[in-house]
């Protein structure tokens, strides 16, 4: 592997303005292509075989007038001045408000409050709820216009109208947590490099990567339906990851070119080293990403496979890309004040570097180290234990948004069981809907936790009905989870009916299941595969296991924090967060996959420094030492510029946003300055020679891939270098 990409790295730097130029035709192909073949994205969630997907499929087939899976919109009406919604001016503006709705594209129908019953007991509160023919995501620009046009013209009567439901358009966040991101990260490359070429380059190939990345992904959504999230998992992932393994080949080249080597050998020991890392750290990512498959919910495969393209094609322009700008640069990239260094271990006289007195800390008392960071983190993590999962619903959105209006309005004039309606399919196999829906929904009405059951809706045939049940309790609680159930378990009580639990909170309740029971075999998969990539990488059985124990105590640590902020509300107010609840269900496997991937990228390039001192013979405990000090730098750079990436989406208005971009970010402050910094050297240090340790029918067994470089550094050694300069750019 070393050689190979030794020699590439010298192919790319010679050929430098072909391989620019090939790119440029890369880039320019998959612009156009996005561009000519885009198609829409969408945000609706399905889960094959979910029992509300299926009443939905079920509806679709035999009461297709229902409309179970297209978008609603509830608007609510509150007097302001304590006279009811019957008064004469008020009754008007709702009525009218109705008919405008009605009339509005894509809406199949509109129930009245005064003839529905949907006013509250002082009838001071009320609201109309509107059934779109189509899913939220393909509510029309006309239709989003006509509905804000109705509500803006029923506020003209005095009335309070706020609307809740999926079919409300969403404004689009501004990017400025990526902005902040590449700010900072551009800060961090020039205080590292010291020179603004040398901080230009990662910048440069991020940005290319990602362009090309997103564009494909773009262009893929013309073939196939991808969720409006998967390109911004994409753009989060891919920017970062770029921008790291750019940082840890140039910082290798720089090493290179201050032992006295010419530019093109430079570049191709660069790459043959810190290359290798780069490729197999970017495997351990893929792995994680595409093992999102085995949940089985198509939006997250979908999510995971866009962000494994990205992190590859970030890859490949890390090896190729790269190298060929290297060439271009010339010796420019070290920078003025240290074109004169010759010696990779200078240093000014008198002064010693943070992380050389940091390890050395670690290692003269490596079990106190271990026990106080151990404790620590596991101590952070013990709110793990209350962790509950759910979807964002208009409970989650900002305070002062029409959406978290309207649910609290509702809550106050009804119950918090209104935001949250459940569709109960009654499916007779001999015809008699009617019949076996007044029993299924009399045995309905004697469960604790329901306020209210409507009367059945049948279908033409007579062999589908419907039953509108509202819970006591809010969408995102327990008590409405348990309630779910109870209704589940009544299928088979009514003969000759069978009974299914649809509807948005019913589908939210599968979802945040599903994620659930797929945490742990997930968790299985990636760990045991990247233990695999790892043991090949490092020819050691306890190196991937610190490795994946190290990752462990990280991932139980933010799981921790997370439900502290946004399930418990502690220190919400400094972070701006409003309203707390349920974790988003999908936040704990997407997390997994990628702080794993991330988190085996700092295992990758802090170690693999550490096996290539410890192969050339240096003792076990100096190796460590050695291996940290000149891997410290630039893996501390690649986590501050990782945490600003993520961090820098706190800042947005909505829960759902800030909670991701909290969890990537303290994972890996967590994983990269406390697990990799300091675990890993302490848990190295007590290990000595036996880190390395491998059976030696395993050793057989195993291919060696020489990812630190080994068998290079042996071949160069017998083909000395060229004698004479190579000529490089000014």
Do not use: C
């Amino acid at each position: 592997m070393a050689s190979f990409l030794y020699r590439l790295g010298r192919f790319a730097f010679h050929r430098r303005w072909w391989v620019v130029g090939a790119w440029l035709a890369v880039l320019a192909a998959t612009l156009i292509g996005a561009a000519a073949l885009s198609g829409p994205t969408y945000d609706s969630f399905r889960i094959p075989g979910a029992q509300s997907q299926r009443a939905i499929d079920l509806l679709a087939e035999r009461f297709p007038q229902a409309s179970a899976g297209g978008a609603t919109a509830r608007v609510v009406f509150a007097t302001p001045d304590g006279r009811t919604l019957r008064d004469p001016v008020y009754r008007q503006a709702v009525e009218a408000a109705v008919a405008d709705l009605r009339q509005a594209p894509q809406v199949a129908s509109v129930d009245d409050p005064f003839s529905s019953g949907a006013l509250n007991e002082t009838g001071t509160i009320g609201f109309a709820e509107a059934t779109y023919q189509v899913p939220a995501d393909q509510v029309s620009e006309a239709a989003h216009a006509a509905l804000t046009s109705t509500v803006d013209d029923a506020r003209v009567s005095g009335l309070r109208v706020e609307v809740g439901g999926d079919a409300l358009a969403v404004d689009e966040e501004q990017a400025l947590g990526e902005v902040i991101g590449v700010v900072v990260a551009a800060i961090v490359l020039v205080i590292t490099f010291g020179s603004l070429v040398a901080a230009g380059l990662p910048l440069l190939t991020a940005i290319v990567g990602i362009t090309v990345g997103i564009s494909v992904v773009t262009a893929a959504s013309g073939f196939a339906e991808l969720s409006s999230e998967t390109p911004t998992i994409a753009l989060m992932l891919g920017l970062a990851v770029a921008i790291d393994y750019a940082l840890f080949i140039v910082s290798r080249y720089r090493h290179e070119l201050a032992a006295g080597r010419q530019p093109q050998e430079a570049v191709g020991r660069a790459v043959g080293t810190a290359g290798s890392a780069v490729v197999f750290a970017g495997l351990t990512v893929i792995i994680a990403l595409a093992a999102l498959s085995v949940v089985g919910i198509p939006f997250l495969t979908q999510m995971g496979l866009a962000a494994a393209f990205t992190v590859a094609v970030a890859v490949v322009i890390a090896l190729t890309l790269l190298p060929a700008l290297l060439g271009i640069a010339g010796r420019r990239i070290v920078g003025k004040r240290r074109r004169g260094l010759h010696s990779p271990d200078s240093k000014a006289p008198g002064r010693t570097a943070f992380s050389a007195r940091w390890v050395r800390l670690i290692t003269r008392r490596p079990v106190a180290v271990l026990v106080l960071t151990v404790v620590g983190l596991g101590v952070v993590a013990l709110p793990t234990l209350d962790m509950r999962l759910g979807m964002a619903d208009d409970s989650t959105a900002a305070k002062d948004t029409t959406q978290r209006k309207a649910y609290d309005l509702l809550s106050e004039g009804f119950g918090p069981g209104f935001n949250g309606p459940l569709i109960v399919v009654v499916d007779s196999r001999n015809g008699a809907a009617q019949q076996a829906a007044e029993q299924v929904a009399t045995r309905l009405r004697g469960i604790d936790d329901v306020s209210a059951v409507t009367e059945p809706a049948i279908n033409q045939a007579g062999d589908t009905a419907i039953l509108t049940v509202v819970p006591s309790s809010g969408p995102s609680t327990a008590a409405t989870k348990d309630l779910v159930r109870e209704i589940r378990q009544q299928d088979g009580e009514v003969p000759g009916a069978d009974i299914a639990v649809t509807g948005q909170t019913a589908i939210n309740i599968d979802i945040s299941t599903k994620l659930g029971d797929a945490l742990i075999p997930y968790l299985a998969v990636v760990v045991g595969l990247a233990f695999i990539l790892l043991m090949l990488v490092f020819r050691s059985l306890l190196v991937p296991l610190t490795a994946t124990v190290g990752f462990l105590l990280s991932i139980a640590a933010t799981f921790g924090a997370v439900v502290a902020v946004f399930q418990k509300g502690w220190f919400a107010g400094a972070l701006g967060v409003d309203q707390v609840g349920p974790i988003t269900s999908f936040l704990p496997v997407v997390m997994i996959g990628i702080v794993f991937g991330l988190a085996m990228d700092y295992q990758v390039f802090l170690v693999t420094r550490m096996r290539e001192d410890y192969v050339r013979g240096i003792a076990a405990r100096h190796a460590v030492i050695s291996g940290f000090e000149h891997s410290a730098r630039v893996v501390t750079a690649a986590a501050i510029i990782m945490i600003s990436v993520f961090s820098g989406f706190i800042l947005a208005p909505h829960a759902i946003i800030k909670s991701i971009g909290f969890a990537l970010g303290i994972a890996v402050l967590f994983d990269a300055l406390i697990v990799r910094m300091t675990i890993v050297p302490a848990a190295m240090t007590l290990l000595g020679r036996s880190a390395w340790w491998l059976p030696r029918w395993l050793d057989r067994l195993l291919p060696n891939v020489d990812v630190e470089g080994e068998k290079l550094r042996h071949q160069l050694e017998v083909v000395p270098e060229p004698a004479g300069p190579v000529p490089v750019s000014a």
